[in-house]
């Protein structure tokens, strides 16, 4: 097994532990960005690039928030996506105008589905190509009728991401104004009125077919096929429209290599990036008139800096605590569970029709048909984890090996990144080591029921061991990166339009305007955040730019 030198635990490609030093340039900064997220970096380099002075302050020893790669596992030579792992989101504008150099590369299979029927083990490959698709809708179901149905429904929503996507990047439309701009009643009343599981249960018979839909809505979000709120809607929404097709990418080198770009592109243009600088409080006005003091905590003491404009890369709930004012209600709460593995090899399945490299290539759902997901999220709504845990799995280093040592790599290791659904962060608050545990070994059951061996079977060991597995929970997150809740989203995702709802905030021009004049929120909370996007950076900017 390859070993390396660097801490099992660095922040991830190199420039993400950097910190400009020599202290801070000036009393009083353009610009003055709280937090070096994603978010926060996109909206630090259109800043500077456009010749104002910029500032960003993060808390951490390092940046790239929840979008880092790490060597999690003593004495490995894999740099893994520790939190956030896939990109469909980030406009390829961003990409462009900040000159980055980074890639992704589209996964050769959507998604694969084990199943169990009749005794027999099955499965519907989705993605490798046309005929094989419509080959497996008919083995599963017995005809052609679920698989004309799903190109009709996807059809339909690609239409959609079509006329959606290009505006995540332009002022905030009004509903209305969104609404003529799709052009289509039906596939508005679908999308923007009605709950999701209505839509889902009228094109598709299938239950396993019905749960695959399903879960493009259930990212992150505790919600019911039939809430009645939308959350359901508003997630699926956000994840099929990225770059106007729904493909959600493997980024090349990992999360990291995207946050070292847009790290490196922040300070070529001139921004300076202080890391180990927690922000405490910000001190305005309220008019704007003059410039805000944003106080801050180093490993030295504490310190002051002025701004004409904050841009917050942080939760709704840290805007408020920085301004002094009440926490948004209800609070956000998440609701998965996210492991990361290390195998020394891909498992065999039970299913022989299909590779491991072909089923792990794509998204693998496990225990995601429709029935099984209701009744998930009706036993985690009534306190009690989920008897048979809903998630999925998907392989990196199918896609993109170079995230993992030459030695490595020559001996057949693989990552897996399972990504559990309905667990909300209320289950793990009496005992979060032991919930967890108790979950992690209920989920994994549930993968075995699919292969031919035991996943624990194919684990690597770390340097010192141990099997190469870890298990974050909704309250692991908000400990290590602050998401309130444990939210991956910082609050329930909202429509890609003005609807007067939220927490209080006026989304304003570009949807991250506040109360107060100069403070914007440039974090995933923002209207039309969520995912790695950069696009909450990019409108904030646009904002502080008067564009």
């Known amino acids: 097994m390859t070993t390396f030198g660097r801490d099992a635990h660095d922040g991830g490609n190199g420039t993400n532990g950097d910190d400009d030093g020599g202290g801070l340039r000036r009393d009083v900064y353009d610009d003055v960005i709280v937090g070096g997220g994603h978010n926060g970096l996109v909206a630090a380099a259109y800043l500077a690039r456009a010749g104002r002075s910029v500032l960003v302050l993060e808390r951490l020893g390092h940046t790239g928030g929840a979008a ?22 980030l406009p390829a ?23 169990e029927r009749g005794g027999r083990h099955g499965g519907l490959l989705v993605g490798a190509d046309e005929a094989r698709t419509r080959e497996s809708f008919a083995r599963l179901t017995g ?22 996507f290009p505006t995540l990047t332009e002022p905030l439309p009004s509903r209305a104004e969104l609404r003529a701009r799709i052009d289509d009643a039906a596939a508005w009343r679908m999308l923007f009125e009605e709950p999701l599981g209505r839509a889902v249960e009228e094109h598709f018979a299938d239950d396993l077919v019905r749960g695959v839909v399903l879960t493009d809505g259930l990212i992150g979000t505790f919600a019911d096929a039939h809430d009645a709120s939308l959350a359901q809607n508003r997630c699926f929404l956000y994840h099929v429209i990225g770059g106007g097709t729904g493909d959600w990418d493997v980024p090349v ?9 847009l790290a490196g592109a922040a300070r070529s243009a001139g921004a300076q990036i202080a ?27 504490e310190g002051r800096v002025a701004a004409r404009t904050v841009l917050v890369n942080a939760s709704p709930r840290a805007l408020a605590e920085l301004l002094g004012q009440e926490p948004p209600s209800p609070p956000a709460e998440g609701a998965q569970l996210k492991v990361n593995m290390l195998l020394r090899r891909l498992p ?9 490299r072909e089923a792990f290539g794509g998204t693998f759902h496990i225990a995601e048909g429709y029935a099984e997901l209701a009744r998930a ?34 001996q057949g290791y693989q990552t897996l990144t399972l990504f559990g659904l309905h667990t909300p962060a209320r289950l ?78 006026a989304p304003g021009r570009w949807g991250v305007e506040t109360p107060y004049p100069g403070v914007l929120l440039c974090g995933a909370g923002a209207v039309r955040g969520g995912g790695v996007s950069g696009i909450p950076g990019h409108n904030a900017a646009m904002a502080a730019l008067g564009r």
């Not at 990992?254 to 770009?261: F, I, K, R, S």
């Not at 009534?382 to 090996?401: N, Q, R």
């Open 68 to 89: 880092v790669s790490t060597r999690p596992f003593a004495g490995v030579d894999a740099r893994l996506s520790r939190y956030s792992y896939l990109i469909s989101l």
């Open 143 to 164: 005809s052609q009728r679920e698989y004309d149905s799903w190109r009709a429904f996807y059809g339909t929503v690609r239409q959609v991401a079509g006329k959606v």
């Open 348 to 356: 065999r399945l039970r299913d022989t029709s299909v590779e491991p």
């Open 275 to 301: 890391t180990g600088h927690e922000v405490l409080r910000i001190d305005t006005d309220g008019t704007g008139a003059e410039p805000a003091e944003v106080v801050f905590r180093t490993a030295t003491g």
């Open 428 to 505: 793990f608050e009496k005992d979060n080591q032991g919930t967890r545990e108790v979950l992690l070994t209920a989920t994994l059951a549930q993968l075995d029921a699919h292969l031919a061996e035991p996943i624990t079977d194919c684990l690597a060991f770390d340097a010192d061991g141990r099997p190469c597995i870890e298990a974050k929970t909704p309250l692991d997150l908000e400990r290590e990166l602050r998401l309130p809740g444990g939210n991956i989203f910082h609050r329930e995702l909202s429509w890609p339009h003005q609807s007067g709802d939220g927490d209080g905030f």
């Open 93 to 115: 504008k961003i990409v462009r105008d900040l000159g980055l150099d980074f890639a992704v590369r589209r996964r050769a299979v959507s998604s694969y589905t084990p199943v």
């Open 253 to 261: 080198g990992g999360m990291g290599a995207l946050t070292d770009a």
């Open 377 to 410: 999220h009706a036993e985690a709504a009534a306190g009690e984890l989920p008897s048979v845990p809903p998630s999925e799995i998907y392989c990196h280093s199918l896609t993109d090996p170079t995230i993992l040592g030459p030695e490595l790599v020559e």
